[in-house]
T-cell receptor, first 112, second 113 residues
Framework: KAGVTQTPRYLIKTRGQQVTLSCSPISGHRSVSWYQQTPGQGLQFLFEYFSETQRNKGNFPGRFSGRQFSNSRSEMNVSTLELGDSALYLC???????????FGPGTRLLVL | AQTVTQSQPEMSVQEAETVTLSCTYDTSENNYYLFWYKQPPSRQMILVIRQEAYKQQNATENRFSVNFQKAAKSFSLKISDSQLGDTAMYFCAFAHYGQNFVFGPGTRLSVLP
């Protein structure tokens, strides 16, 4: 089976812009989770989607949003970008709930 | 709140030797899962090993094994016959079914030739 894919892999944006990241889970996996990884804060949970519904949400401002489509692909959107949003954004999929997560290669976002 | 602690920010080990990475967690739940992930310089997070809390037997995966002490809420990872390719950040993670993963801060492991 193909692994989790994320697009784009690298992104440069300026403050105030918005960005959309995409994640395609492993075939058959219905749960998709998103994480932000920074050197200072480590891995922080953003949200989890299961069968097109947001099931869990981390402690991030409303500028961070996501959605999941009927084919389980997921997108996350960050509006009004801030310098502190520069990070590696990781997506992970699992077959059912958070029992085992398989990660994608990540999208590295740089906000200038 | 559930937390995961990794008390060793950095470790090093000589090639072919054995190293143990520590992890402790805090939860009031009885049924949960524990994981070790590695993140090499490529930044790809790779599952190393997983343990279900209801299983008393420690999980093993080739050169990787865990020492799971449920009462002490401890979940250490032992890497035997360390290889240069084991150089990576290692993250301990906890998950209760239906809830999100909680990751520790990571331990940077360097395998020296």
């Amino acid at each position: 089976k193909a692994g989790v894919t994320q697009t784009p892999r690298y992104l440069i944006k300026t403050r105030g812009q918005q960005v959309t990241l995409s994640c395609s889970p492993i075939s058959g996996h219905r749960s998709v989770s998103w994480y932000q990884q920074t050197p200072g804060q480590g891995l922080q949970f953003l949200f989890e989607y299961f069968s097109e519904t947001q099931r869990n949400k981390g402690n991030f401002p409303g500028r961070f949003s996501g959605r999941q489509f009927s084919n389980s692909r997921s997108e996350m959107n960050v509006s009004t970008l801030e310098l502190g949003d520069s990070a590696l954004y990781l997506c992970a999929s699992s077959p059912q709930g958070p029992r085992t997560q398989y990660f994608g290669p990540g999208t590295r976002l740089l906000v200038l | 709140a559930q937390t995961v602690t990794q008390s060793q920010p950095e470790m090093s080990v000589q090639e072919a030797e054995t190293v143990t990475l520590s992890c402790t967690y805090d939860t009031s739940e009885n049924n949960y899962y524990l994981f070790w992930y590695k993140q090499p310089p490529s930044r790809q997070m790779i599952l190393v090993i997983r343990q279900e809390a209801y299983k008393q037997q420690n999980a093993t995966e080739n050169r990787f094994s865990v020492n799971f002490q449920k009462a002490a809420k401890s979940f250490s990872l032992k890497i035997s016959d360390s290889q240069l390719g084991d150089t990576a950040m290692y993250f301990c993670a906890f998950a209760h079914y239906g809830q999100n993963f909680v990751f520790g801060p990571g331990t940077r492991l360097s395998v020296l030739p």
